[in-house]
């Protein structure tokens, strides 16, 4: 099969690989029908999350019709079922799976000695992904195994198109649960970093979950007009202080929830010394990540309020103000996405036409046009905000 | 490679038969050739001073040697990296102090004015390479930009942002409640 396979930095291919195959009784097989490419596959192709590994499969994104199930899937899952995979590898029967924390499922990640060595503790296994997540083959790709495949799976009906559902599988769910986890109330002004696709789902989550008011910061005039065009109120941090307009728009109150959904690779400019300063430690290995945003939100929110972080941290972040953050009482969730927790609510929200996730779709291709999209969409080329491939 | 990768592998998953194509491009490729030789000059500057400064009759000069081994380094550290079109202009700037810095050799009483020339013609041939790798990087960035559209429709609400928004008025609140 063809598959889009990481050979280093900045270094994507398209090769011929062997066909997966059922390891384990609970596996199935999905021939994928559509897959994406998602803005932490960008920290993957900048080899900025260690320990990535020539020949490993790409993509998170992914959804496709069961053409293989292993003995112990039990029903749970029929040949030609049309299901998306989150890419949350979970068992649903640990204790984290029981408490609906399943991106820390602990018994997926294959490489679990690991993960305890770099976090303290294991996450769950995720899809072409690091191998301290496991280094599970992910689904850029014609096919792809997915393990747990009686626990791991979304269901899709026939009502919902393969654009509307393929999102279900990370950026619709993390967009969701950084609004979610900000505990929104009638009267708050949710200020959301960040308009990519994670962005574009979280401004929209926070409307829909009864935000008074949604900023949205960026640089990017396409992403802005998509940001605002659900709703949000446009910030362009080249333009103005971010600051400044934040406090002007809440009668110098600040944002009662920040949502970050930049991550470790915030914009570097001259007008922001620190990112400066950021991006010359990263490049020596002084510092894995660049928190501007971070600092930024600490310094602008609220007293009493939330930091939301959807978007992906990999190692250290140096100069974060815990002094702003501690005197300030705020509150800070992070973590990746338990994507299994949010679908079943947000498949209704789809069905019942309240939101429609491919608006965010920019760009369809073939899957072999995948290493030049990784590109585009790093470069922003050709006003790309979503890339979509098709196998 | 691919035997490498491929050994790598859990039993079950799929190995590479073939590769495709890489997207590096011509220029990535230069940035990464002048990004490793500058840190292979760089930690010879760094480590063995006094060979060069030998060889180029230029005793006593050491200790510019090995900062200058030290900016090559940081150099090559940038030139491999994400911002490769910064490394290679501080490569640039950096062979011009190398010329500077070699310049002084060529005084008649140098009994290795020779080296010191041979010296020179090198940094010139290593600059042409890096002021053509910068113009190439610059080439692709400029080449980037595309058409620029604006998705003011593209709202993602099929019933409206105002229908979105009076169903989240229905919610309750959740002050007060623990």
């Avoid at chain 1, 080329?381 to 196998?391: A, E, G, I, T, Y």
């Avoid at chain 2, 890489?22 to 010879?44: C, E, N, Q, Y």
């Avoid at chain 2, 900016?71 to 550290?77: K, P, S, T």
Wanted: charged residues 25%; hydrophobic residues 40%; neutral net charge.
């Amino acid at each position: 099969m063809r598959a889009l396979v990481w050979h280093g930095k900045e270094d994507i291919r398209c090769d011929t690989v062997t066909d997966p195959e059922i390891e384990h009784e609970r596996d199935a097989i999905i021939k994928v029908t559509s897959c994406a490419i998602c803005g932490s596959d960008l920290h993957l192709f900048h080899n900025f999350i260690p320990a990535m590994m020539p020949g490993d499969i790409m993509g998170h994104e992914t959804m496709g019709e069961v053409v293989e199930v292993g003995g112990g899937v039990n029903g749970a899952l029929k040949k030609g079922e049309r299901i998306v995979v989150p890419f949350t590898i979970i068992c649903g029967e640990c204790d984290q799976c029981r408490r609906g924390n399943f991106s820390v499922c602990e018994t997926t990640n294959r490489n679990k000695a690991l993960a305890e060595k770099v976090f303290g503790h294991t996450t769950a296994g995720l899809f072409g992904y690091t191998h301290i997540t496991g280094g599970y083959p992910g689904g850029q790709a014609e096919y792809l195994r997915v393990p747990y495949a009686d626990k791991t799976h979304i269901k899709i009906p026939d009502g919902i198109t393969d654009e509307q559902a393929l999102f279900l599988s990370d950026i619709l769910p993390t967009g969701w649960q950084a609004a979610a986890q900000c505990d929104i109330e009638p009267t708050d002004t949710v200020a959301v970093w960040g308009c990519g696709p994670v962005g574009q789902m979280s401004i929209r989550s926070a409307l829909l979950l009864g935000a008074r008011q949604v900023i949205a910061i960026d640089r990017i005039a396409e992403r802005l007009s998509m940001a605002e065009a659900g709703g949000a109120i446009t910030i362009d941090f080249d333009k103005e202080s971010v600051i400044e307009r934040l406090n002007a728009l809440t009668d110098h109150k600040g944002p009662d929830k920040c949502i970050d959904a930049t991550g470790m690779e915030s914009h570097v400019s001259m007008a922001q010394p620190d990112t400066l300063l950021d991006r010359a430690k990263q490049m020596f290995m002084l510092e894995s990540d660049r928190p501007h945003v971070l600092r930024e939100m600490i310094y602008v929110c609220r007293p009493g309020g939330v930091i939301s972080v959807p978007g992906v941290y990999s190692g250290f972040s140096d100069k974060v103000p815990m002094g702003a953050f501690m005197n300030k009482g705020l509150t800070m969730r992070t973590g990746q996405t338990h994507v299994n927790r949010w679908t079943d609510d947000l498949v209704r929200r789809i069905e019942e036409g309240q939101i429609d996730p491919s608006f965010v779709i920019t760009h369809r291709v073939a899957l072999e046009q995948g290493p030049e999209m990784y590109r585009v969409f790093r470069d922003k080329q050709d006003s790309c905000v979503k890339v979509v491939l098709k196998p | 490679m691919n035997f490498l990768a491929n050994v790598a592998r859990s039993k079950g998953d799929p190995k590479i038969v073939s590769s495709g194509p890489s997207v590096r491009t011509p220029a990535d490729r230069m940035a990464r050739a002048l990004g490793w030789f500058s840190i292979g000059l760089g930690t010879i500057e760094l480590l063995a001073p006094h060979r060069l400064t030998r060889a180029l009759g230029m005793p006593g000069k050491e200790g510019l040697v090995r900062a200058c081994g030290l900016r090559e380094i940081l150099a090559g550290v940038m030139s491999l990296s994400v911002d490769k079109e910064i490394g290679l202009q501080s490569r640039v700037a950096g062979d011009g102090l190398d010329l500077l810095t070699l310049l002084p050799g060529l005084r008649f009483d140098n009994p290795r004015k020779g080296n010191v020339v041979l010296a020179i013609l090198m940094v010139g041939a290593v600059t042409m390479l890096d002021v053509k790798g910068v113009q190439e990087l610059a080439a692709q960035r400029d080449a980037k930009r595309g058409r620029r559209l604006l998705y003011p429709d593209r709202s993602g609400f099929p019933k409206g942002i105002e229908t979105a928004k009076r169903a989240a008025r229905q919610l309750p609140s959740r002050a007060g409640v623990s």
